[in-house]
């Protein structure tokens, strides 16, 4: 079988990208062969494409965070014919992917492809960070910085469904993407600060941060008593030059640092592969988040935030949109 792959060289502009053939390896034992149907475009292969993620191989290597495909062959019979998800931190922007059937979830009947993909990596992040992490209950209130990307829409989605209230920040042009999920809307350019204690005079009981750098500061003070700040990314860093690493580790030690203080606050640094040593409790954790997103999503209480779909061949134009920051949601890659 003939496999159809985009292959990231080095740091190059989007129109880098290589569109490349080869012939499919043979699969190893437990591993499933799925016809990818989607694969999307997240923030982390932004970051790849400029040498800035954190852990990401040496190049070229071909990228691709999450896929939904249907099962074409497996040593259980009984999956063969299934549409399926997974998490792949690389490798998913190919037309056919072999990947250990133990990191497969089932899709429900009914969601799109498409649909499905931008929940998966997004959907796993946005509930663990909520419903594992920062344990935000019913009547509590949050801030979800980048409420109008791809892990933010599902978590204004996921707190609004479990009665939370939310404050969002977004670019002036997509306020009234985050206001219709049912978040009161912030300009990330105005005095986010200020708003946030005249909306949350005690503060507010969680805060998701993807951008690090200084306005971690004011993220942390924000908190109520008993208050949770999660930060999730170094966006801060991608168009700054030098190794980004250092950045990330001075991240991570300030949230040591604010834990080891006694404020009645607490600091994580969420990464979505941080539970794999344990692997069968990470497998186990992960199938059972991932399903619940997908039920809501099937109940219609959560809705798929599809930017574009665009040809896998033409994953250079994707990519370009996606760094575009004209598009809300997730650009998807089809076949």
């Given amino acids: 079988m003939t496999v159809t792959e985009i292959v990231l060289p080095g740091l190059v502009e989007p129109d880098g990208l290589r569109v490349e053939h080869r012939e499919l390896p043979t699969l190893a034992a437990g591993e499933a062969l799925i016809r990818v149907e989607a ?3 997240s923030f982390a292969e932004q970051q790849m494409r400029r040498g800035k993620y954190y852990d990401q191989p040496p190049f070229p290597f071909v990228p691709g965070y999450d896929v939904v495909g ?3 062959e497996a040593e259980d019979p009984a999956l063969v014919g299934r549409r399926v998800a997974a998490m792949t931190k690389i490798g998913g922007w190919r037309s056919h992917l072999a990947v250990p059937a133990a990191d497969l979830v089932a899709v429900p009947d009914g969601l799109d492809a498409a649909e499905a993909e931008t929940f998966v990596v997004n959907g796993i992040t946005a509930y663990q960070m909520l419903h594992r992490w920062a344990k935000v209950k019913t009547g509590g209130t949050i801030l979800v910085h980048g409420a109008s990307g791809g892990v933010g829409t599902t978590l ?3 707190a609004r469904a479990a009665g939370i209230t939310v404050i969002g920040t977004a670019s002036a042009r997509n306020l009234d993407v985050v206001a219709a999920l049912g978040a009161t809307a912030l300009d990330y350019r105005g005095d986010v ?3 946030v204690r005249e909306l949350a005079p005690g503060g507010v ?3 998701f941060d993807h951008v690090g750098g200084p306005g971690i500061v004011d993220s942390f003070r924000l908190l109520a008593p008993g208050g949770a700040l999660l930060a999730y990314g170094s966006a801060s860093t991608v168009n700054t030059g030098g190794n980004p690493k250092p950045a990330v580790l001075k991240l991570v030690a300030r949230l040591l640092w604010w834990n080891a203080v006694p404020n009645r606050r607490r600091a994580h640094f969420y990464n979505v592969w941080g539970g794999k040593r344990n692997l069968a409790r990470f497998r186990a954790r992960l199938a059972e988040d991932l399903t619940a997103v997908f039920a809501l999503a099937a109940k219609g ?8 779909r665009i040809p896998l061949t033409e994953a250079a134009k994707a990519l370009a949109l996606a760094e575009s920051g004209t598009v809300t949601g997730k650009v998807v890659l089809v076949p």
């Fill in 156 to 158: 204004v989605q996921l």
């Fill in 70 to 72: 249907t099962v074409l």
């Fill in 193 to 195: 600060p200020a708003r």
């Fill in 301 to 308: 209480q959560l809705k798929a935030q599809v930017a574009a």
């Fill in 39 to 41: 694969s999307g475009i």
């Fill in 205 to 207: 009981d969680a805060v």
